[in-house]
Each structure stands twice: as C-alpha cells, then as structure tokens.
C-alpha cells in the first residue's frame, strides 16, 4: 500500500528562478513588513504548526529516505526545532531591545546604544541528516531577526525536501521565506548570488567552496562542518553506564550525525572491560540482531553505502563478534558484518571495531556511518597528541569522574564543544551555542545564537551640543592647551611587568574629569539646562 508520501516528489527549482527568488525575497525584506515583532512571532508560531499539524508526514518522509524511526524523527528533529521557535517567540521582544554599555563618565551624556536590526537577505543550505533541525532551527533565527531567507534543502533526502517545500508555501510568507531545491549546478546558481548571511552545514570541503563564494561578495558566513569527533574514556568510570551512551550516540541516525563519536580512545589496560560492557549494551538494544530492529535507520544512498563498506573491508582492526543472534551471519565478526550489509536496502549493521590502529583506513576520515572504532593508548596524551594532529573536532567527549583529567584533556584540545559523560546533549540545553572551531567550522547557532547569527550590532551615540564644553579641545588649532587636555583621556595603565608601580598614580587628572562630568549630571537631574551655560 503506497503510503500518503509517495504524493510528494521532489522538483528542482528551475535555474532561471533562483535570481529572481533572491530578487523577490530582497523586495519583501525591503517592505518593512518584518520590521514589527509581532508580525515575525506570527511566522514563527506558522513554522511551529507546520512541523506539529505535518509530524505524521514527515515521519513517513524520514522513513522513506533515511529509514528512520519515528521516535528519532520527533526527538531530533521535530520536538527540537518547535522547541527553538518556541523560544524565539517567547524571547524576541527581549532579544530585540536596543541594549546600553556600561556607563562610562566620559561618554554616558552620549546616549551610547546598540540598536539590533536585521541583516537583510539569508541563505541557509541544509544537509541530508538533519534536513529539518539544520535548516528550519537556523531559520528560526533568521526570523526573528526580521530576516527575508532562502533555505536550500538537500537532494539527497527526495521526500522531505518535497514535503518541507510544499508546506512552507502554504504555511510561511512565501514573500520574504522561500525554499531552493537542486542539486550542485542549483547550488553553484545560488551562490553565485550576493547574500546578507550564509548558514552552511556540510562537509568540509563543500564548505571551503561556500565559504570562498561568499567572500567574493563580502558576505558573512556560518559554517558547521563536523569532524573526527573523538571520545577520551577513562576506564574508571561506570562502563555500563558509559557504554550505552557511547553506542547510542554512535547508532543514533545510523551514526550519520555530525556530532557522533567518531571514535574512541581508551588505556589499553582497559579494553577488554571497555568491549564487554559495550557488547552487552549491543544485546540490549538489539536482542534479535541489527538486521531485525526496527530502530535503526538505513545509509542515505549507494555511493555511502559503498564508501563505508570499503572502509569495513580495508580495516586492519578486529571487528567485535556482536552478531550472535543474527541468523545469517557467519564466519568472524568482520565476516559477519559483511554479509549482514546490504547494498539494495543500505543497510550497516552496528559495529564495534577494536585494536585499531592510528593510521587505519577507519581514521583517514570521517567516518559518518554506525561503526565504532576503538584505539587502545598508553595513555591520554597520546590521544591528546593524535586529536591535536587533525583538524579541531565539533564536539570532544571525556567520560570520566576525575576532575583534574577532565580539565588536562580540555586544556589541551581545542574542540568547538566538550561534553563530559554525555553524548551530544550540548545541542540541545537552551543558552548553549552549537558550532564548531577551526576545520570544524565557525559561527554559531540554536537559541538566541540564531537570532545573533542573523542580526547586525548597530551602534549609536546622540550627543548634544554641551558636550562641547569638555570636549571641544578636538578642533584644530591642536594648541599645546589642547594637547594637554587631550593627553587626559589616556587610560591609567597597570604597572610595568616587573616593576613596582602606585595604584593611585597618575589618577588625579581623572579626578577633574569625574568632577565634571558629575557636575554636569546633577545639573541634568536637580540644576538648570545646560543650554543656560551656552549663554
């Protein structure tokens, strides 16, 4: 029985289009018809109803193209993104408020103030495996920011760029909000374009080709790009407990999740606890084999499928016989999970592979599927050594109950975040921003952090003419009087290193500006106008 999404098939956007969508989107940005908070929170409380009223659809879309469960599709993606417009309509009163420095007595009278304006046009281009929360939760930026915005979606995933397509047309402000579909000539159009801000999720190197195009244009990019994400696993801790968490943040998604662990190190001393406690997490999850769950998903396409299955057949590493129960699985683990692939349904079963060496075939790249490869150590730095070797991972994992490791391993890395216990939680506790450093992208997002990504600081001072009566030493003639009342204004500096230096010195012509800056406070509150010293 062909299911109701089958209706929706995916259409590219026609080439000639594209230019005359980022026209249109400039034209409603340039309405003003985003400029009242109110009409914003009305597109954010649309795009919250469009996921809520279409959640069965999409649950059938992530099935169809990335075989996963229902339950994945509302945590991940579904649940999340509403949570992000929810917050963002909650707080984007507040976000939006001009904010004032601290007050200084030299500029206070004034009125410094940063004004939050939106910075115009956007483009957000999405990826395969998160389709909707790394698209539609920036998005949600975009809007509350006052933004108009172009989402390209992926061609990878048919069904859901076909559903989200068809839903914001009818949900969204298709004058200011527009979706982009296509493959590489629809995305090289699209960025050939000048846009206000990008928001790229990818690889890395599509993301060197993003980030090159926007700077032809000046254009201020957002990229978050993944990596090696590396676990460092004390063999102290509770490995059960430690165990099931890693294996869930390795399968979850089919380990197609930008944040997964990569791969694992551990003291060789104990990895032999370490995979025991992990194969007994495996039974639990899959009691009737991998092949039999209904809870893992499947590869996104062939050309995945058969990147990873030439990394399982290259391996030098012992792939964990974990598939006793799988009835059609002979021969050793790596023989098994072999036979258990399946190029036709893209299906990879879950796999633990230990004593893997540095220079594995399973280490040249990111790995991006749900195989898990362990690599002994003599001990952390080590490990520290080889993570600083490649490029700064999205997310660092430490699973241990020693504080001083904890903070040896954070001192000495560089990561975009460091989870400690946990498996790629961070994106979801409000307040926390999700980006990464160096090769695993910059900028940042959820939270109020996709509103800062699509908003301009605009700074401001209004100063009234009796300023001028401490600060007219500014005009030319530069007389020796005025050079001595401009030499005021240096900051007091602290002592010279290594020498010994007075707290209070130096800090009298200070007292005289504080004096009259003060003065002039009082008389603003309780004296006469100052325009009567203008007289």
């Given amino acids: ?41 009305q597109q954010l409380a649309q795009l919250m109803y469009m996921l809520k009223d279409n959640a069965e659809l999409y649950a059938q879309a992530y099935k169809k ?46 009125k410094p103030k940063v004004f939050k304006e939106a910075k115009g046009v956007g483009l957000i281009i999405g990826p395969f495996n998160f389709p909707v929360f790394c698209t539609l939760g920036p998005l949600v930026g975009a809007i509350a920011a006052g933004c108009a915005c172009a989402v390209k979606l992926s061609e990878m995933t048919p069904h859901i760029s076909a559903l989200t397509t068809q839903l914001a047309s009818k949900y969204l402000d298709t004058d200011v909000y527009e ?90 001393s104990g990895q032999d606890a370490l995979v025991d406690a992990l194969k007994e997490a495996y039974a639990e999850f899959y009691p009737d084999g991998p092949e039999n769950s209904e809870s893992l998903g499947r590869i996104v396409n062939v050309a995945h499928f058969n990147r990873l299955r030439g990394v399982v057949e290259a391996t030098k590493g012992a792939i964990v016989d974990v598939f006793d129960t799988s009835k059609s699985a002979i021969g050793d683990g790596k023989q098994k999970a072999l036979n258990l692939m399946n190029q036709e349904d893209r299906f990879v079963p879950p796999m ?40 700064h991972p999205l997310v660092l994992y430490i699973f241990s109950d020693d504080p001083k490791l904890k903070d040896h391993i954070r001192i000495n890395t560089q990561s975009g975040a460091v989870d400690y216990n946990e498996i790629g939680f961070h994106t979801a506790v409000p307040g926390l921003p999700f980006g990464g450093v160096g090769g695993s992208g910059y900028g940042a997002h959820t939270s ?39 030499g005021m204004l240096w900051p007091k500096l602290p002592p010279r290193p290594g020498a010994q230096g007075s707290l209070f010195g130096g800090l009298a012509k200070w007292y005289r500006w504080s004096f009259l800056f003060a003065l002039i406070g009082l008389m603003l509150n309780y004296g006469p106008s100052p325009k009567l010293l203008l007289r």
């Fill in 179 to 268: 979706i982009i579909n296509g493959g590489i000539p629809e995305t090289t159009k699209v960025l050939e374009l000048q846009w206000d801000h990008i928001v790229f999720t990818g690889s890395g190197t599509v993301g060197k080709v993003v980030a090159a195009a926007a700077a032809k244009h000046l254009t201020p990019i957002t990229l978050e790009l993944g990596g090696q994400c590396p676990v460092f696993l004390d063999p102290r801790i509770n490995l059960k407990t430690a165990a099931k968490r890693i294996l869930w943040g390795r399968i979850v998604n089919t380990g197609q999740t930008c944040v997964s662990p990569n791969h694992l190190f551990v003291p060789s």
């Fill in 448 to 486: 109020k952090f996709s509103f800062d990504t699509f908003t301009h600081l605009r700074s401001s001072v209004d100063s009234p003419g009796w300023v001028d009566l401490f600060f007219s030493f500014r005009f030319p003639p530069y007389t020796p009087s005025k050079i001595r009342q401009a």
């Fill in 65 to 110: 193209d990335l075989g996963r469960h229902s339950f994945e599709t509302n945590m991940l993606e579904l649940s999340a993104t509403i949570s992000e417009a929810v917050e963002a309509y909650n707080n984007v009163e507040k976000w939006s408020k001009p904010t004032v420095p601290p007050w200084t007595i030299q500029f206070s009278a004034m």
């Fill in 1 to 41: 029985m062909m299911s109701e999404i089958e209706n929706y098939k995916l259409e590219y956007t026609p080439l000639d289009d594209i230019a005359k969508i980022r026209e249109k989107l400039r034209e409603g940005f340039s309405s003003g018809k985003l400029r009242p908070i109110e009409y914003r929170k």
């Fill in 352 to 391: 633990i592979v230990r004593d893997v060496n540095m220079e594995d075939p399973l280490m040249q790249q990111e790995i991006f599927g749900p195989i898990l490869p362990i690599i002994p150590v003599k001990d952390f730095d080590e490990a520290i050594s080889f993570t600083n070797s490649r490029e």
